[in-house]
């Protein structure tokens, strides 16, 4: 798990896991133009999905957990060693209960180490309120908590 004002260390190391061939899932409060922007726009390894209720493919709801579960499994299907990202838990947070939240993030984990998948979280922690950060922090298996250049 990454806590960080903005994505900048979770962005490099996914762009060296892309640079050794790994598939990346990338779950994201960012619009879709905004992810391009920072990844190689053509390379097929990288699943890039905004958070957003836009009824467009590579959005998905961020009110919608079934959607975001069927995303996942279908990645996890499609192939093997990858990594899922998620970056915007507090925009899921604004439709759903924190609870609900936690239940599928662990799920999420639970899924992936059993197909040999990673995990990271992305989380600014200046928008999250500490005892929920805590609890996030609680289902990770590390933290990394650097504050951003601006």
């Given at each position: 798990?990454?806590?960080?004002?903005?994505?900048?260390?979770?962005?490099?190391?996914?762009?060296?896991?892309?640079?050794?061939?790994?598939?990346?899932?990338?779950?994201?409060?960012?619009?879709?133009?905004?992810?391009?922007?920072?990844?190689?726009?053509?390379?097929?390894?990288?699943?890039?999905?905004s958070l957003s209720p836009r009824p467009e493919s590579n959005c998905i709801s961020?009110?919608?957990?079934?959607?975001?579960?069927?995303?996942?499994?279908?990645?996890?299907?499609?192939?093997?060693?990858?990594?899922?990202?998620?970056?915007?838990?507090?925009?899921?947070?604004?439709?759903?209960?924190?609870?609900?939240?936690k239940s599928t993030i662990e799920y999420v984990k639970k899924l992936a180490l059993?197909?040999?998948y990673s995990v990271i979280i992305t989380q600014n922690p200046l928008v999250i309120?500490?005892?929920?950060?805590?609890?996030?922090?609680?289902?990770?298996?590390?933290?990394?908590?650097?504050?951003?250049?601006?």
């Amino acid at each position: 798990m990454f806590e960080e004002e903005k994505a900048y260390n979770t962005n490099h190391l996914i762009r060296n896991e892309l640079k050794n061939g790994r598939r990346i899932l990338y779950i994201s409060k960012m619009p879709i133009g905004v992810l391009k922007e920072q990844f190689d726009k053509d390379n097929n390894l990288i699943d890039l999905r905004s958070l957003s209720p836009r009824p467009e493919s590579n959005c998905i709801s961020p009110m919608n957990v079934d959607a975001l579960m069927h995303t996942i499994q279908k990645f996890i299907e499609d192939g093997s060693d990858g990594i899922i990202v998620i970056n915007g838990i507090e925009i899921m947070e604004k439709w759903m209960s924190f609870s609900k939240i936690k239940s599928t993030i662990e799920y999420v984990k639970k899924l992936a180490l059993e197909n040999g998948y990673s995990v990271i979280i992305t989380q600014n922690p200046l928008v999250i309120n500490s005892h929920r950060l805590l609890m996030l922090e609680d289902i990770a298996d590390e933290v990394i908590s650097k504050k951003s250049k601006d």
